[in-house]
T-cell receptor, first 111, second 115 residues
Framework: GQQVMQIPQYQHVQEGEDFTTYCNSS?????IQWYKQRPGGHPVFLIQ?????EVKKQKRLTFQFGEAKKNSSLHITATQTTDVGTYFC???????????FGTGTRLTIIP | GAVVSQHPSWVICKSGTSVKIECRSL??????MFWYRQFPKQSLMLMAT?????????EQGVEKDKFLINHASLTLSTLTVTSAHPEDSSFYIC???????????FGAGTRLSVL
């Protein structure tokens, strides 16, 4: 079945440093989504990427979808303590509502 | 996005009892809802897709008789963990699928602890 892996599994950064998490799917995706889950909380939708090579920005967050639509990345510039949490990518295939969640990257910030 | 209410937020029960978790779509008619399970420090694993007015579709390895899903209306899906055991202790999360956007909105989750 489809597998979605993320690296790194954990990332500890000093406040103000940048952070990147990478997402790789074993199959081509119709779209990829990113979610953030705060400690003790539930996943919150951040963004959806649909087009090959698409890049979207949300303030300090930059999301990219690979040309082959099998990988994606999330980059946070100048991290803040509010960025703490686990970031999940989630992919779906054409004609299928089901999401396959990535393994997640847990981000902790050192003040 | 869709507003999803999940109840209860946490429950502690004795081994052998059954627990019902409700997932409500407050502002969106949801023909499809999803049920996930998440163990500590792990990713979300899809358990089943709940379809309004029909039987749920379970993922491989998920016991249908163990995790009963009912989706009787466009705003409510329920997950019943039957004869719960300690290994069923987990974080259960529902989501509403917005088909047109292929986006899911999640409930706050239910933490189940089985003693």
């Amino acid at each position: 079945g489809q597998q979605v892996m993320q690296i790194p599994q954990y990332q500890h950064v000093q406040e103000g440093e940048d952070f990147t998490t990478y997402c790789n799917s074993s199959t081509t995706l119709s779209n990829i989504q990113w979610y953030k889950q705060r400690p003790g909380g539930h996943p919150v939708f951040l963004i959806q990427l649909v087009k090959s090579g698409e890049v979207k920005k949300q303030k300090r967050l930059t999301f990219q979808f690979g040309e082959a639509k099998k990988n994606s990345s999330l980059h946070i510039t100048a991290t803040q303590t509010t960025d703490v949490g686990t970031y999940f990518c989630a992919g779906s295939n054409f004609g299928n509502e089901k999401l396959t969640f990535g393994t997640g990257t847990r981000l902790t910030i050192i003040p | 996005g869709a507003v999803v209410s999940q109840h209860p937020s946490w429950v502690i029960c004795k081994s052998g009892t059954s627990v019902k978790i409700e997932c409500r779509s407050l502002d969106f008619q949801a023909t499809t809802m999803f049920w996930y399970r998440q163990f500590p420090k792990q990713s979300l694993m899809l358990m089943a897709t709940s379809n309004e007015g029909s039987k749920a579709t379970y993922e491989q390895g998920v016991e249908k008789d163990k995790f009963l899903i009912n989706h009787a209306s466009l705003t409510l899906s329920t997950l019943t963990v039957t004869s719960a055991h300690p290994e069923d202790s987990s974080f259960y999360i529902c989501s509403v699928g917005v088909l047109a956007k292929n986006i899911q909105y999640f409930g706050a989750g239910t933490r189940l602890s089985v003693l």
